[in-house]
């Protein structure tokens, strides 16, 4: 067996699981003390997926966020807390993602999985708590505080092409993934559902390193 690991995430940028999950993945990696004694060299690839794909591609109003009806529940606040996420329910409008989608999918080819995961996290910030909605010029802008170039993401998020081909890989990832997102898959091999706790993603790398 080896130290090393593939490891890919099928979630969709708005799922608040999928920053909880990160941060247990980056949690569990640091806390394993691997049989061999060699730390697990991991690259985590992030892969598309839509919550809701029939979304409107300026999104949909959400309804106020009130104490009676608020956007973030008591439980997601709890576990976003717990790893350093402080969910805040601000933006106003459920966005369609498939621009997102196609930002991370440039960001794997210019700079591999080390620049993708960097965005996502820069996503998820950017909507989870400043509220802001990942259109394609707020994409545009924290795409190049990690280093890609502007000219290049207008023109990804202007290919229709690419926007096509992110799409279908959307929909054949809905098909594939059972029991829902953020869905985790190592060396290729399908493993769970949901943001686990660290010693959950342990006993997976007990099997593969």
């Known amino acids: 067996m080896s130290n090393k690991l593939r490891i890919e995430i099928y979630s969709d940028i708005v ?3 999928a920053g909880v999950g990160k941060k247990r993945l980056e949690t569990a990696l640091s806390t394993y ?4 004694g060699e730390r ?4 985590v690839i992030w892969r598309p997926y839509m919550l809701r794909p029939n979304t409107p591609p300026d999104g949909l109003p959400k309804p106020p966020n009130t ?7 008591a439980g997601m606040k709890r576990a976003g807390l717990s790893v350093g996420i402080d969910f ?5 409008r459920t966005p369609n993602t498939l621009l997102g989608h196609a930002l991370l999918e440039l960001a794997l080819e210019e700079g591999g999985p080390a620049k993708q995961n960097e965005l996502a996290e820069r996503v998820f910030k950017m909507y989870y708590t400043d509220g802001v909605f990942p259109d394609a010029s707020n994409l545009s802008d924290v795409g190049q505080e990690c280093g890609l170039k502007k ?14 081909k992110t799409q279908m890989a959307i929909n054949q990832n809905r098909r594939m993934v059972r029991g829902g997102v953020p869905f985790f898959v190592f060396n290729g091999r399908p493993a769970f559902s949901g ?4 010693v959950v993603f342990h006993q997976v790398f007990d099997q593969l390193v």
Do not use: H, S, W
């Open 67 to 73: 104490p009676d009806n608020p956007r973030v529940g």
């Open 195 to 198: 943001a686990q706790d660290p």
């Open 15 to 17: 799922d608040p699981g």
């Open 151 to 164: 000219e290049a993401m207008e023109a990804a998020l202007n290919d229709d092409e690419r926007l096509e």
């Open 40 to 43: 697990i060299d991991a690259e």
């Open 33 to 36: 003390n691997p049989r061999k």
């Open 88 to 92: 805040t329910g601000k933006c106003d």
